[in-house]
């Protein structure tokens, strides 16, 4: 099965904002920070084949995974999701 695919990454305060392509093609804003619904306790940058992956689990140990096509887009989202909070 397909999985969802990384569009953008954007940092607004201490929320990481991810743009996502969903498997039937709507795009979704997924929020993870401490006053989101998501709240990553650990971040993951894998590859698999041709393209890389960005992945969270929460807390409860729920994962999720997402597709990104571009060496840019998991570098950008790497930085901002380690910068520190201005």
Known sequence: ???PTLLQVEKDGTTVVLHV???DGARLLVR????????????QWTR???RGVVSFTERDGRE???AVKSERLLAECQSLVRRPVA
């Open 1 to 3: 099965m397909e999985m």
């Open 21 to 23: 392509r969903a498997r």
């Open 32 to 43: 993870c920070g401490p006053k989101e619904n998501f709240q990553p306790s650990r971040w």
């Open 48 to 50: 698999e084949g041709e």
């Open 64 to 66: 999720y995974r997402f």
